[in-house]
């Protein structure tokens, strides 16, 4: 019984001391000033801050209640495996201060954070700003104009102080824009109005700001840039490593474009010359071609042919899908499937469709050949019918009473900017677009 009661307290105890280490956990503070503030140094010597007027710039804790933005000058460090102690006096020597830090985020044996509110490791600072760094770099800054490659303007206008660090506030003088840079980040000032071109594209991308992105390699920056032909004035994020080519990536962007250029007509002189037109669409360019037995419009898209089919002839008339063919850039044919045919059934036999005198289909042809399951992704799935430039072709059997016409589609295909009003013109001429 006795056993089970010292048991019972062991366990009691255990509970209490958990507790009581839980009760540590606390918010830890840092600032990013990196040559502005105290350093991690390798070596443990912080021999040269000592003397160091510095500047506290958060707000008071418990362990550290010395008023936000009070200036105060390090008397001494101390430094043991986990922790930093820095011994601070105010400029008038009225009250002292002990700021302790934890070099790196630490956790003890329960899990649970170390005591000290303050944080330092390769990145992160203790809220300590260095008072004459900062007013030499205010003195070399504040007013001062650069010209950006691009050839527009800044001016620095401001280095607020905040609880992070100090801001270098800049204005494009072009604009009145204003834009800023954390001083942790005061090397990329340079990176400001510098410039990235295209053979291909009319405008440039230009660099106007620099982001807040703490995690980043050894001079790589999140940077915000701007088109130079930009409506908008749009600003698109990416890291420094990423530029030119992915700030382009739209710009030159294409796509495979089919361009009907032959209807071969049946070889039945019953049925006239036709006439084709190209027809402008908001998104794509569609054909119509007439008769006097079909009028057809028709375009190809990246994995199937759409067309709406009305009967011009004075009786009923069939589409045989069962001999309906597509033949691809290789000149390989494939059975076609139209809407309303199942996937797994896509080789079997498909009833014709039949259009009345005066009556219009609106469907689609899908080359067979395209048309998989995936087992990986667990359904059907269909292949782009598009693959490369050259010429694909769409045969469609129209049966008149018992006569079965072919009307062959001729498409040529071409590789085509998809943003064409951001491509040069010699470039557009290239690819038949120039208008």
Known sequence: MNATKNISLIVLLFVICLSSEASKKREQYFSHLGKYGIELQSNNDYSKYIGKDVMYIREPTSDFPCEKNKLLTIKKFSVDKDKISINLVEKDGKKKYK????????????GTKFKEDFRIDNSKTVPLLLI???????????????????????????LPIDETGFKFVYKSISTGEEFMIHCYYSDA?????????????????????????????????????????SKTNQIFQYMLDELPWKAFAFDVETQLTA??????????????????????????????????????????????????????????????????????HNGETSKVMHNGIKYSERESSQPASVI????????????????????SLKE??????????????????????????????????????????????KYLKMTDQFE
């Open 99 to 110: 700021l302790e830090a934890s070099i790196g985020y630490q956790t003890n044996f329960w």
């Open 132 to 158: 004459d760094e900062y007013n030499a770099t205010q003195k070399e800054w504040l007013g001062k104009e650069f010209v950006g490659e691009s050839g527009n303007k800044y001016k620095v206008v401001d």
């Open 189 to 229: 000032l340079k990176l400001i109005g510098k410039k990235y071109t295209h053979p291909e594209v009319k405008g440039f991308y230009e660099i106007v700001e620099i982001e807040d992105h703490i995690d980043k390699k050894e001079g790589n920056y999140k940077v915000g840039v701007r088109y130079s032909e």
């Open 259 to 328: 361009t009907l250029v032959q209807v071969e007509k049946p070889e039945n002189s019953d049925i006239r010359y036709g006439e084709t037109i190209a027809i402008n669409d908001s998104s794509v360019t569609k054909y119509r071609y007439t008769d006097n037995v079909i009028d057809i419009i028709i375009f190809a898209e990246n994995k199937y042919f759409s067309f709406n089919l009305k009967n011009n002839s004075k009786s009923s008339i069939k589409v045989v899908w069962d001999e309906a063919a597509f033949i691809d």
């Open 356 to 375: 009345i005198k005066g009556a219009k289909l609106d469907d689609v042809a899908i080359p067979t050949k395209c048309v998989s399951y995936s087992n």
């Open 380 to 425: 059907w799935t269909t292949d782009p019918m598009l693959i490369k430039e050259g010429e694909v072709k769409l045969m469609i059997p129209i049966q008149i009473k018992e006569t079965v016409n072919e009307y062959v589609f001729a498409f040529n295909v071409k590789r085509k900017y998809k943003h064409p009003q951001f491509i040069k013109e």
